[in-house]
């Protein structure tokens, strides 16, 4: 897996990638947190170290937003899509659908070639 997925959002990405890349992100956040706990020697980071759950999230949002965006290019749609992620209640699912399950268009596009060619 090449770190460029998580820290540019030009070109395109698969379903799978995405999915794949997603699930990266998530398993390292809970890691970073658990070693966190450790070395703070907080018993849950929830009540006594929030400042470090909240600065690991932020640093994770980043990569989180640029995978967004490498997949709506693939749809063939502007990166800019990714913000409807924040309108609430149907924008999740709007972007669930669409980034997470929806294939992506054939062919290049004017965001780059084909990820699955």
């Not at 020697?41 to 929030?50: I, T």
């Not at 980043?62 to 502007?78: A, C, E, V, Y």
């Not at 699912?93 to 929806?102: C, K, M, Q, R, S």
């Amino acid at each position: 897996m090449d770190i460029d997925l998580f820290l540019t959002n030009t070109g395109r990405l698969s379903r799978q990638a995405f999915w794949i890349c997603h699930i990266v992100l998530v398993v390292t956040y809970l890691l970073i947190l658990f070693l966190l706990d450790d070395v703070l020697d907080c018993r849950s980071y929830y009540h006594n170290d929030k400042f470090a759950s909240f600065a690991v999230m932020a640093v994770m949002t980043i990569p989180s937003i640029n995978l967004g965006i490498k997949r709506f290019h693939d749809l063939g749609k502007t990166g800019w899509w990714v913000l409807i992620g924040f309108v609430p209640i149907i924008g999740g699912l709007w972007y669930l659908i669409e980034a997470g399950f929806l294939p992506g268009a054939k062919g290049p596009n004017q965001y780059g070639p084909d990820p699955l060619s």
